[in-house]
């Protein structure tokens, strides 16, 4: 186990519908990264946040938002829910987001879009 | 291009035997690099991290990594059933996002 949470653990949402996704980060962990998996695909990277800033951003539109608090847990916000936003969202934890920095993985949210 | 590639396999091995799996990155300011375990419908599990050129050996497995050639490679020995699985590579350059591949899907008949 990594230490690292999601809620909820499947999600059904309809098309425009908007979703707030949460992650639970391990104690310590100042930094906070969520990505996007498609099936068959590796994740894809969506922002990532250290100390409540977003200090980095993908190729995803701003309807994709996120929130990072003090108390180690974080949210992703999308809006005007796409049939294609259906995938695993991840989010992973870790110390500083620096070079020789590990993330450690939650269980992920499923999130089917109809 | 992909920033970071890897063969989908899948790659089958029998039971036993050591499996190779490879992967190439673009992004010369690549400084680290990551094997993750993916099982089917579950989040990637790290096994492995290497910064430096050479090999990095972990039980059963061993990383490779030779930046000249832009080249990571996973070397598992004894191979189990149980390593089944997709595996992710990833490279870091340090802060902000770290990018996989799309994975190679390991098959070890027993």
């Known amino acids: 186990e990594t230490g690292v949470t999601q809620s909820p653990t499947h999600l059904i949402k309809t098309r425009g519908q908007q979703v707030t996704l949460r992650c639970s980060s391990q104690s310590g962990h100042n930094t906070v990264s969520w990505y996007q998996q498609a099936l068959g695909q590796g994740p894809q990277f969506i922002f990532q946040y250290y100390r409540e800033e977003e200090n980095g951003r993908g190729n995803f539109p701003p309807r994709f938002s996120g929130l990072q608090f003090p108390n180690y847990s974080s949210e992703l916000n999308v809006n005007a829910l796409e049939l294609d936003d259906s995938a695993l969202y991840l989010c992973?934890?870790?110390?500083?987001?620096?070079?020789?920095?590990?993330?450690?993985f939650g269980p992920g949210t499923r999130l089917t879009v109809l | 291009q992909k920033e970071v590639e890897q063969n989908s396999g899948p790659l089958s091995v029998p039971e036993g035997a050591i499996a190779s799996l490879n992967c190439t990155y673009s992004d010369r300011g690549s400084q680290s690099f990551f094997w993750y375990r993916q099982y089917s419908g579950k989040s990637p599990e790290l096994i492995m991290f290497i910064y430096s050129n050479g090999d990095k050996e972990d039980g059963r497995f061993t990383a490779q990594l030779n930046k000249a050639s832009q080249y990571v490679s996973l070397l598992i020995r004894d191979s189990q059933p149980s390593d089944s699985a997709t595996y992710l590579c990833?490279?870091?350059?340090?802060?902000?996002?770290?990018?996989f591949g799309t994975g190679t899907k390991l098959q070890v008949i027993p």
């Open positions: 990833a490279s870091s350059g340090g802060y902000q996002k770290v990018t």
């Open positions: 992973a934890s870790s110390l500083d987001g620096g070079i020789t920095d590990t993330q450690y």
